[in-house]
């Protein structure tokens, strides 16, 4: 396998698809990788669920040959088990390209087991979950961070620091605190020098939506590459419109709401397919509604779409009535 060269992967994209729990599984990437990104994630993966091969666990790991470069998310706290998990995740599935490491997720599960943004209060175990990994696996690993507990604990400097003493390849930052969860303006204006004294590649994430916000992140502090992950439920087109911009300077128009009816189509077939459809119709039921956003009378279709969907039959129909109004 390929061996990641991060430099190289901006040549293809500056944009990368984020993880996000409960979204960012096979089908879903699948359904992204046309639009080209320079690389992506798994889902958040439990370092324990993959040592003691926890079922659910061990289906988060599924890929193929086409799908590269992806990169594993695990999340946990103790340099140890990371590394053991990451060890034999690679064991299982040897294509993945580098292993991540989430210090940033808020949610309060996974902070009281000492991962996630509670990782962010002790750099010094990051350094050495980074050098266990990178120490027991020859494969790049990177750390997703938030800029620090609150606006009293903004530590992100003394993070990425102690992260890159340990060897880290690249770091995502999403742009806010942990206290702030996903509301609240970004902290972009605090990273704006972050290129000057940051010596590996610079990810950045928070309210990404539309090319507008990439070219006002860009022109402010330049970084390697956007991620996209809440901004791209329902919009993939997204990503292309950020690759053209960069290619040729063109800024490409939204889809019409016919496009978007299709590509809502093919996504609910792909995960259909993949999850089986009553399990798959029940997740699309939080991602279906997002490909109808800002579209003319879109209520009662939202609706009928998080509500009343429990066959790929039915999403066929709700749509079809949709496009009759149109």
């Not at 962010?120 to 120490?135: F, G, R």
């Not at 109808?292 to 009535?321: C, F, M, W």
């Amino acid at each position: 396998m390929e061996k990641l060269d991060i430099e190289k992967r901006k040549e293809v994209s500056r944009v990368v698809l984020g993880p996000m729990a409960g979204y960012t599984f096979y089908s879903y990437r699948k359904f992204m990788e046309k639009y080209k990104v320079a690389f992506s994630y798994t889902e958040m993966v439990s370092d324990m669920g993959i040592i003691y091969d926890n079922e659910e666990t061990l289906s988060y790991l599924k890929t193929d040959d086409k799908e590269w470069p992806l990169g594993l998310q695990l999340f946990g706290s103790d340099p140890i088990h990371l590394a053991q998990a990451a060890k034999k995740a690679l064991e299982l599935e040897p294509r993945f390209a580098f292993i991540d490491i989430n210090c940033g997720c808020p949610v309060s599960k996974v902070m009281k087991s000492g991962a996630g943004s509670s990782l962010l209060s002790d750099p010094e175990n990051i350094k050495k979950i980074v050098q266990e990994i990178k120490k027991t696996c020859n494969i790049p690993v990177s750390i997703k961070i938030r800029m620090g507990l609150d606006m009293e604990h903004l530590n992100y400097k003394e993070v990425i620091n102690a992260a890159v003493i340990g060897g880290v390849d690249f770091i995502a930052i999403h742009a806010r605190t942990r206290s702030m969860l996903y509301s609240g303006k970004p902290l972009y204006d605090e990273l704006k020098d972050i290129k000057k004294w940051c010596p590996v590649p610079i990810v950045i994430s928070g309210d990404i939506f539309t090319l507008d916000d990439v070219i006002k992140i860009d022109n402010l502090i330049h970084p390697d590459f956007f991620m996209i992950a809440r901004g791209g439920l329902g919009n993939p087109y997204l990503i292309k419109q950020i690759n053209t911009y960069f290619k040729s300077g063109k800024k490409l128009p939204p889809l019409s709401t016919k496009k978007q009816l299709k590509l809502c189509l093919k996504l609910g077939k792909m995960i259909c397919k993949d999850k089986g459809e009553e399990a798959g119709t029940r997740i699309y039921r939080s991602i279906a509604p997002h490909f109808i956003e800002g579209v003319p009378h879109s209520k009662k279709i939202r609706s009928a779409l998080s509500s009343n969907l429990n066959t790929y039959a039915d999403l066929k129909q709700i749509i079809k009535d949709y496009r009759k109004s149109l």
